[in-house]
């Protein structure tokens, strides 16, 4: 049975079901618009690091990235996960979400507010003029805080009252669409951190 299907026997009117479907297609697409930037980040980062520059890719003086802040991040980006996974599993049985996503709420803005910090905190030598490599970092790190602040401003939307969160389906269905938009920030997330602090 499929999801849509369910939600039709769950009660859910047909066109929440059409808009479900519109809302997930659309967050697909920004997702595969944004893998496209993605790609040139790493595209541009592997072949500064293939040229090397004599030796200088990584020059002398750069801190290494402390593994602990960033570990608590990607643990605080994960608990928003399971927040929003546990709300979508209440608001499709039609119970209330607010609580459930206000914390999850909490944990993303926790989570932006570290990586700003750790922007910011990244330790000696991380300058954008000290080199392609801390530049190329430094800005692919930048770019993730700006889209996971993003994500904040979108689960503000739904728990605060407003037109996404009037009705069970429709808080179900952003809750759906965000846990999609929530998943690959959290992986990409992990892997271009470790990307930069191995290679």
């Known amino acids: 049975m499929?999801?849509?299907?369910?939600?039709?026997?769950?009660g859910y009117p047909a066109e929440d079901v059409v808009e479900r479907r519109t809302l997930l297609l659309g967050t697909r697409l920004f997702l595969a618009a944004n893998t496209m930037l993605q790609g040139a980040m790493l595209f541009a980062y592997l072949y500064l690091r293939s040229q090397d520059y004599n030796g200088m890719w990584?020059?002398?003086g750069i801190a290494d990235l402390s593994a602990t802040p960033m570990a608590i991040t990607l643990l605080l980006q994960l608990g928003c996960l399971v927040a929003v996974v546990a709300a979508t599993r209440v608001a499709a049985r039609g119970g209330a979400v607010r609580a459930i996503a206000g914390l999850a709420l909490l944990l993303g803005l926790a989570a932006g507010?570290?990586?700003?910090?750790y922007q910011y905190n990244l330790g000696s030598g991380?300058?954008?003029?000290?080199?392609?490599?801390?530049?190329?970092?430094?800005?692919?790190?930048?770019?993730?805080?700006?889209?996971?602040?993003?994500?904040?401003?979108?689960?503000?939307?739904?728990?605060?009252p407003g037109e996404r969160a009037?009705?069970?389906?429709?808080?179900?269905?952003?809750?759906?669409?965000?846990?999609?938009?929530?998943?690959?920030m959290l992986v990409l997330s992990t892997l271009v951190w470790l990307l930069v602090r191995l290679v």
């Open 2 to 10: 499929s999801a849509d299907t369910g939600a039709v026997r769950a």
């Open 58 to 60: 990584r020059p002398s």
């Open 113 to 117: 507010a570290l990586r700003v910090w």
């Open 126 to 160: 991380w300058v954008i003029k000290n080199g392609t490599y801390t530049a190329v970092s430094e800005m692919w790190f930048g770019i993730l805080i700006v889209e996971i602040l993003l994500g904040c401003v979108w689960m503000v939307s739904l728990v605060t």
């Open 166 to 184: 009037t009705t069970s389906a429709a808080s179900e269905r952003h809750l759906r669409a965000f846990a999609e938009f929530w998943s690959y």
